[in-house]
């Protein structure tokens, strides 16, 4: 899981890696390489060279970013967290683009021409050369940029199994409570997490057997129903008498031991664990809120 440390570094150096992308995409792309035009093959050359040199060292900086964003990346992998790697832009790839441009192509004449050709604007033979080689450049960089749009993908799906119920069909106020687990979860908090689903668990089950009392169908008081502990209430709606919880549904519940002072502490290493619990927590919320839901729709209270 993420922590929310790191979570802060990543959206740092991920924010740092596109400005260096779109500055280079705006200076390179956009201004210097106007620069590649020329009359004969040996001025070619050098304005290749200086291109070529200034766009490398902006490229390794880019990379750098990369590197040190993909480290990290790295990290999580031995967590448990899938999360996609960032390609490098290739060098080499863009060196034989810059070496194949062909700058010596008749430009634009008349008023302003000039100016024009400075900056790039028009459709003279010369600018239209300058724009296919940026644009084949690009095509480099959008690898990368693709996978930066790939990495940010990633980190939704490792929380896709919080979307194995229909949050949507809940009340709000659950809703709520689970977006709550879901944003704690997020940021590496997974015993917060934990509590968070265990208190919502425990509310529901209490909430349930109060909706049960107000219709008559059990025998207990509401002093008696607070009285019980959480797992008392579990067993209560699991017995003979009250067969409410399957015998899987109780053998799932009591095994993970909801705890709500106790547990969340102990799982929070165990990421596939934590996941285990939460998908058995949230299947088991969807069951009791709607279960309420319906009784108070027969039942009218």
């Known amino acids: 899981m993420i922590n929310l440390q790191l979570a802060i570094i990543l959206g740092t150096d991920l924010w740092q890696i596109r400005s260096g992308i779109e ?66 832009i290739n060098i080499s790839v863009v060196k034989k683009i810059v070496l194949a441009h062909q700058g010596h192509h008749p430009q634009a004449e008349g008023p302003g021409a000039f100016v024009h050709e400075i900056l790039g604007k028009g459709d003279s033979p010369s600018v239209l050369a300058r724009k296919h080689t940026s644009l084949q450049i690009k095509n480099i960089i959008l690898r990368t940029k693709l996978s930066l749009s790939d990495f940010v993908e990633s980190t939704y799906r ?59 169908k059990v025998t207990l008081t509401k002093d008696q129903i607070l009285a019980l502990e959480f797992h008392n209430k579990i067993e209560y709606l699991h017995s ?10 109780f053998s799932k519940l009591m095994s993970v031991k909801w705890d709500r002072n106790t547990y ?18 949230l299947v088991t919320i969807d069951f009791f809120d709607k279960k309420i839901a319906k009784l108070k729709r027969k039942s009218k209270i």
């Open 240 to 249: 003979k008498s009250l067969p409410v919880l399957s015998d899987s549904q």
């Open 23 to 88: 500055s280079f995409e705006n200076m390179h792309l956009g201004l210097f390489i106007n620069s590649l035009r020329y009359k004969n093959e040996k001025e070619g050359r050098k304005l290749k060279s200086d291109f070529i040199s200034s766009a490398t060292q902006s490229i390794k900086l880019i990379n750098k970013e990369i590197d040190k964003f993909n480290t990290l990346i790295k990290y999580f992998k031995k967590s448990g967290v899938s999360l996609t790697l960032i390609e490098k």
């Open 264 to 281: 969340g502490h102990e799982i929070n290493s165990k990421g596939k664990d934590c996941q285990a619990v939460i998908a058995i927590g």
């Open 158 to 216: 490792f929380l896709e199994f919080f979307d194995s119920i229909d949050r949507a069909s809940l009340r709000l106020k659950v809703q709520s409570e689970i977006e709550k687990s879901k944003t704690a979860y997020s940021v590496g908090l997974p015993g917060e997490s934990i509590f968070i689903l265990g208190r919502l668990l425990e509310n529901l089950v209490t909430e349930y057997i109060f909706c049960l009392e107000k219709t008559g």
